[in-house]
């Protein structure tokens, strides 16, 4: 999980489309500034308790943000945590993206 969410912004991070997008996946991608100095926190079991708008997404794993993005500030929004499920072919695939708004820095 971890690997696959360093392959993933990396991936955005270089403005370049994913293959680890679910074949569903429809939310908001940012541009690749968004993805520039992020990286995988700890993954977890979905928790529909915690993140009730994507539980009928049904994905199984979450898995945090870490690091900000070049420039950000107060206000900034950018990606914060990432849901994954199994995918068809067995591997997981990215099934939804939620978004973090940045209140101060330090």
């Known amino acids: ?19 680890l997008l679910c074949a569903d996946f429809a939310a908001d991608l940012g541009t690749a500034a968004d993805w520039s100095g992020r990286s995988a926190g700890e993954p ?23 690091g900000l993005p070049d420039g950000a500030g107060p206000g900034s929004d950018f990606p914060g945590d990432v ?15 939620t978004w973090t708004t940045l209140v101060s820095v330090g």
């Open 44 to 66: 977890e079991k979905f928790a529909a308790r915690y993140w009730p708008d994507q539980a009928e997404l049904n994905p199984q794993w979450s898995i945090n943000l870490e």
């Open 83 to 97: 849901f994954f499920r199994e995918a068809d072919d067995g591997g997981l695939c990215v099934v939804d993206i």
């Open 1 to 19: 999980m971890i690997q696959a969410t360093e392959s993933l912004v990396a991936d955005l991070a270089a403005g370049e489309n994913s293959d």
